[in-house]
């Protein structure tokens, strides 16, 4: 009889389960075992969102250095945080 199977997650090491039915599903299609948990795998396609690259910006009104998610050559004006509540 076919149970659910505890592993340990590869990146964080963390046990969890696999059902049956995916146990199944990956020996169908001869692809191996997860290996990590499903919070990993799921923050990984987090991670690579959050992971945006950040630019060296100049605040538009006071110069100071910042970083932002913008790129210099988008149309965004940005400001720093002083700047920024200042405008409002
Ligand atoms: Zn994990
Ligand atoms: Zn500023």
New binding site residues.
């Given amino acids: 009889m076919e149970q659910s199977a505890k592993f340990n997650c590869r990146k964080c090491g963390k046990e969890f389960l696999v059902i049956a039915q995916e146990q199944a599903f990956y020996k169908q299609k001869g692809i191996p075992m997860p290996f990590a948990c499903p919070e990993c795998r799921r923050g990984r396609r987090q991670g690579l969102r959050n992971k945006r690259k950040l630019y060296a910006r100049e605040?538009?009104?006071?110069?100071?250095m910042?970083e932002s998610t913008y790129p210099p050559d988008s149309p965004y004006t940005i400001?720093?945080?002083?700047?920024?509540f200042a405008e409002f």
């Fill in positions: 605040c538009g009104k006071c110069g100071v910042l400001y720093c945080e002083k700047c920024y």
